[in-house]
């Protein structure tokens, strides 16, 4: 067991160590976002660039799509909100929780499919915020490990998933051919302005991990990258008050 365990963390590792990322702030930040009160984090456009499995329908596709944006939005969410206060070096707006964001979009009839494409001035007006968080994921296989989120999604979909990926205990045993196999993950988060939804910043993510490791911690590893490097911490702010 402690073999495995070392194994495997010996492989976040080799992930972590291997992000390559890109980061962009608007040279205009201070002034445009200088009455920013709340921002809110969108779900994920989620794109597959791998073949997809022959045991999946079209159905069943939609319903990872859905859960693993839903999943993301929340892990991103999470790791912001760990990130803000009133400290030197918080972020330092407040976030709109993710539950009031997914109402809203879904009472205003807007498929999340359709956010990436829909302007930001007016996702912003729907949703009363000042700035929104897109975000989009490319990698070639599906999550696992969706209970780890929180998120809900039919057993039958996941048994399909799991057939599909096979588990980090299966690969332990024939290490290391198995690290040489490795797949692509693409990673981007964006904010955006809510009057002229002009690019106010923006952190891309490429890396290369180990087929066996597990996605969610591959995504969660992203998250974090994300939110250390998100802005609003340059500013006087205290929640309410400017």
């Not at 909100?81 to 709109?96: A, C, F, T």
Request: charged share 25%.
């Amino acid at each position: 067991m402690r073999i495995k365990t070392t194994l495997f963390s010996l492989l976040i590792f080799l992930v972590i160590s291997s992000c390559v990322g890109t980061k962009f702030t608007s040279p205009n930040f201070d002034v445009k976002t200088v009455k920013h009160r709340v921002i809110a984090v969108l779900p994920f456009e989620m794109v597959y660039t791998g073949k997809m499995p022959d045991n999946m329908t079209a159905a069943d596709i939609e319903k990872i799509r859905y859960a693993e944006a839903m999943a993301f939005q929340k892990s991103l969410y999470d790791n912001i909100l760990r990130q803000s206060g009133g400290g030197k070096k918080d972020v330092k707006i407040e976030i709109q929780p993710i539950e009031k964001t997914t109402k809203i979009l879904q009472d205003s009839g807007l498929n999340y499919l359709a956010l990436s494409t829909t302007m930001p001035e007016i996702l912003c007006k729907k949703l009363g915020v000042d700035a929104v968080v897109y975000s989009k994921i490319e990698k070639e296989r599906f999550l696992s490990d969706l209970e780890s989120f929180g998120i809900s999604i039919a057993q039958d979909v996941l048994d399909k998933i799991r057939l599909n990926n096979p588990t980090i205990d299966q690969a332990l045993p024939m290490m290391p051919g198995n690290v040489a196999r490795t797949y692509n993950i693409k990673a981007d988060c964006q904010l955006k302005n809510s009057e002229d939804g002009s690019l106010l910043w923006k952190y891309a993510i490429e890396t290369d991990t180990d087929w066996q490791t597990p996605a969610n911690e591959v995504i969660g590893m992203l998250n974090r990258r994300f939110s250390k490097k998100f802005p609003y911490r340059n500013r006087r702010y205290e929640y309410g008050k400017y």
